[in-house]
């Protein structure tokens, strides 16, 4: 049985950090593509970042740029998403996501809220 798992969220002042964590089970963690998406209240669905199988490449929205830091650890099945300078524009709900070829699983999300 696939499991995605985030945990991680929360509220968080402007400026502030967060550390996401998505934990996973029921799949070859190491061979798949993971990723992050955001999602907030009224608009689309966003890509944040990417990380390959392996850890060697990643890539990251514009918006997110040197802010945010994607990582993962094979060996504990687990990616990660760390969140610095937040933004009021960055409260949404994060879903993890694991891509292999034309399979995708995707966890239930963690709300991230930056508010004063």
């Known amino acids: 049985q696939v499991q995605l798992v985030e945990s991680g969220g929360g509220l968080v002042q402007p400026g502030g950090s967060l550390r996401l964590s998505c934990a996973t089970s029921?799949?070859?963690?190491?061979?798949?593509?993971m990723s992050w998406y955001r999602q907030a209240p009224g608009k689309e669905r966003e890509l944040v970042a990417t990380?390959?199988?392996?850890?060697?490449?990643?890539n990251y929205a514009d918006s997110v740029k040197g802010r945010f830091a994607i990582s993962r650890i094979n060996a504990k099945n687990t990616v990660y998403l760390q969140m610095n300078s937040l933004k009021p524009e960055d409260s949404a709900v994060y879903y993890c996501?694991?891509?292999?070829?034309?399979?995708?699983?995707w966890g239930p999300g963690t709300q991230v809220t930056v508010s004063s």
């Open positions: 029921g799949f070859t963690f190491s061979s798949y593509v």
């Open positions: 990380i390959t199988s392996t850890g060697a490449m990643t």
């Open positions: 996501t694991a891509r292999l070829d034309f399979i995708r699983y």
